[in-house]
């Protein structure tokens, strides 16, 4: 069965630490792997995505995320993170005829002074 | 380029009323997607359109329908509205494999 795993559901980090959220993911095919930023009350911001090629993908503010096949992992980190990038993360995997995202649960980010 | 515009913002109903949401793509985007976000249940894939056509749907009871027209918006139906179907619907475009949301439609149902 396809899944998303975000084993963290809230964590919370000091401002300018380091950032990585964890997403492992379940797909019989090669998966279209993706991280979303939700504001509370609003839509999903794209962050970055993975489709092939290099396994180090660069997205926007900042952030980045490794494709690792071995692992089924596809995480997301940030080097130095800033207040306004509190806020729920998700990853999803897509792909495959029905082109429909699943998703996972999210991870709530609060971000300390 | 303006994005995914969703409206109404807030959609108040009573239990048994009927829903329309209405979702505008990215300009070019032929495909439109809508999910739900419902408090405890996460993002769930509902209906996928592309081309005018009903591509795949969720697992949602038919009460939820909904249909794309020639300019490529779209309409989200619910029907015969329960207290669960209160969600945030979130609309989605797409050109090929990456789907750009739109700011959601809230609906409360009461």
């Known amino acids: 069965a396809q899944s998303v795993t975000q084993p963290d559901i809230h964590i919370t980090v000091s401002e300018g630490a380091s950032l990585e959220l964890r997403c492992n993911y379940s797909?019989?095919?090669?998966?279209?792997l993706f991280w979303y930023v939700q504001s509370p009350g609003q839509g999903l911001q794209l962050l970055l995505k993975?489709?092939?090629?290099?396994?180090l993908v660069q997205g926007i503010k900042g952030f980045e995320a490794e494709f690792k096949r071995s692992q089924s992992s596809f995480n997301l980190r940030k080097p130095s993170v800033h207040w306004s990038d509190a806020a729920e993360y998700f990853c999803?995997?897509?792909?495959?005829?029905?082109?429909?995202?699943?998703f996972g649960t999210g991870t709530l980010l609060a971000v300390q002074p | 380029e303006a994005g995914v515009t969703q409206s109404p913002t807030h959609l108040i109903k009573t239990r048994g009323q009927q829903a329309t949401l209405r979702c505008s793509p990215i300009?070019?985007?032929?495909?439109v997607y809508w999910y739900q976000q419902a408090l405890g249940l996460g993002l769930q894939f509902l209906l996928w359109?592309?081309?005018?056509?009903?591509?795949n749907r969720g697992n949602f009871p038919p009460r939820f329908s909904g249909r794309q027209f020639p300019n490529y918006s779209s309409e989200l139906n619910v029907n015969a509205l329960e207290l669960e179907d209160s969600a945030l619907y979130l609309c989605?475009?797409?050109?090929?494999?990456?789907?750009?949301f739109g700011p959601g439609t809230r609906l409360t149902v009461l």
């Open positions: 999803a995997v897509g792909g495959g005829a029905t082109n429909k995202l699943i």
């Open positions: 989605a475009s797409s050109p090929s494999n990456t789907q750009y």
């Open positions: 359109y592309d081309e005018g056509e009903e591509r």
């Open positions: 797909y019989g095919a090669t998966p279209y």
């Open positions: 300009s070019g985007h032929t495909s």
């Open positions: 993975y489709f092939s090629g290099d396994t």
